[in-house]
């Protein structure tokens, strides 16, 4: 049997599984995480490990099964944060997490050093704040004293699997996306760190996401309640193991969205897609010799939560079945949401756009509301469809998982939207899950990377309306006008809020 752990953002997904990767059983321990004004977004690496703690022995116990049954653990964890560690392997300060954007200073001092499009070349993303390296600079340039003590820095993910087996390594797909790796050479890029003037000795040594990376130690295993040696397999980033857990192995299965908080598109290539409008990004892939050509919005299933939230009786308990559901047959008409309540990253690449509803008029109902909320998460995904197809890409269709997977209304909306077929698969809410344990699979000798498409299966189409796409076709182009126009109003209200401070 098989551990597989997911750090996402809201908590960590132990999930039990057999050994060639099927889901037997699962639990989730949640942790908080800090958002606040100015771009600011946060956790303690400690709340990490202890629901890791919690979770491991939840799970054993709620599947009764035997600690001696396990083979081997592996981690998946949320991507494009930055973990600054003393000499002891301790973290300095909190996490700062992927949402976070406040380097946007650091950025620039990039962009003028090797330039935005060279930097795409290299690192097959563009320079942004909110990328790993961005991060790690902001830290250093504004917190002196934290900074002194940084001997080591990583993602999430690394974070777990030091405490796992007292290594500290990171695998291609997270390293990819730290904005400091070389896509072409495969290591830590020279140039890129010597325009960021950090040391190379500062970032962890990089092995495939199936390496065995090490055994669970005495001090771990004591609190997980797992046998000392237990094989521990190195893991990757949520976006590549989930393409795994979607059964997107191979260039030949399509594309696939994941509608989790976050919400993305991609697929798998042989090479890095690279957009001439730098829209689109690509990480390694956990697959050896494959990448995952992605486009990640900073809040799709996010902008959903928010609406639900906001417009239910109990924010504890929002009602986001019921609601989606008044939005079935709703026509917003010249109603507009912007779902840019993080920033936002593909397509605009804009850590200054801000969320808003535009056309609101008397009659419109919370109904409205909803529905123009799914529609524009579904409006911003097109524009980064279309990226990829301008560069060159097929897509005919595409497999949906995540949480809002399991909408059949927004399903539908997103079909219409996009014109191609959205297909519901078995993992809706286990993708990153699977395709850990997968890849634990693969690194133990138990499987194959091509067992995984089997793994799951489609249990529902949602085909578009011709109509409706070219209806929504035309409202698309009014949506990416209106983010165009409202761009410069966000970026002075920026500088206006950075004079008064």
Request: net charge negative; hydrophobic share 45%; with cysteine.
């Amino acid at each position: 049997m098989i551990i597989a752990h997911d750090l996402g953002t809201t908590g960590n997904k132990a999930s039990l599984h057999h050994d060639d990767g099927r889901i037997v059983a699962s639990v989730i321990v949640p942790y908080p995480a800090h958002f606040a004004a100015g771009g600011i977004a946060e956790q303690n690496p400690h709340d990490w490990w202890n629901a890791v703690v919690s979770a491991t022995q939840r799970l054993l116990a709620h599947a009764q099964t035997p600690p001696r049954a396990i083979t081997g653990l592996v981690v998946s964890g949320q991507m494009m944060g930055a973990v600054l560690l003393d000499s002891a392997g301790e973290p300095v300060r909190p996490a700062i997490i992927w949402a976070d954007t406040r380097s946007g200073a650091q950025q620039r001092q990039l962009e003028a050093a090797i330039g935005a499009e060279h930097a795409y070349r290299i690192l097959g993303h563009r320079l942004n704040p909110t990328y790993s390296i961005e991060k790690i600079m902001w830290v250093r340039d504004n917190e002196p004293d934290t900074w002194a003590r940084v001997r080591r820095v990583c993602v999430a993910k690394d974070f777990i699997v030091q405490r796992l087996t007292g290594r500290l390594a990171t695998d291609r797909s997270d390293a990819s996306g730290m904005n400091a790796y070389d896509q072409s050479t495969g290591d830590w890029s020279h140039e890129v760190l010597a325009a960021a003037d950090l040391n190379h000795e500062l970032f962890a040594e990089i092995v495939e996401s199936t390496t065995i990376v090490g055994t669970v130690t005495a001090n771990a295993a004591t609190q997980l309640g797992l046998p000392v040696g237990t094989p521990v397999v190195m893991g990757g980033g949520d976006g590549p193991l989930a393409a795994v857990g979607s059964g997107i192995t191979d260039p030949s299965h399509g594309a696939y969205v994941s509608l989790g908080t976050s919400s993305w598109i991609s697929f798998a290539s042989t090479a890095p897609l690279h957009d001439p409008l730098m829209r689109t990004f690509t990480f390694n892939n956990v697959v050896p010799g494959l990448f995952v050509p992605t486009a990640t919005m900073q809040a799709g299933g996010g902008s959903v939560q928010w609406i639900a939230e906001a417009l239910s009786a109990d924010p504890q308990h929002p009602e986001t079945a019921a609601l989606t559901d008044e939005a079935r047959e709703i026509d917003t008409g010249g109603l507009f949401f912007l779902p840019h309540l993080l920033g936002e990253r593909s397509p605009q690449w804009d850590p200054h756009a801000r969320g808003g509803f535009l056309g609101i008029e008397r009659h419109h109902t919370r109904a409205h509301l909803t529905r123009a909320v799914l529609e524009g998460v579904a409006y911003n995904l097109l524009t980064c469809i279309d990226a990829f197809r301008q560069a060159g890409a097929t897509i005919s269709s595409i497999d949906a998982v995540g949480g809002g997977a399991q909408s059949n209304v927004w399903l539908q909306v997103l079909a219409d939207v996009w014109g191609v077929p959205v297909r519901r698969r078995t993992v809706a809410e286990e993708a990153n899950s699977l395709g850990a344990a997968v890849t634990a699979a693969v690194g133990l000798g138990l499987a194959e990377f091509a067992d995984a498409r089997a793994l799951s299966e489609v249990t529902a189409e949602f085909t578009p309306d011709a109509a409706a796409h070219s209806r929504h076709r035309e409202r698309h182009e009014r949506f990416t006008t209106a983010v165009a126009l409202l761009a410069p109003w966000y970026a002075a209200a920026e500088v206006k809020k950075e004079e008064r401070s």
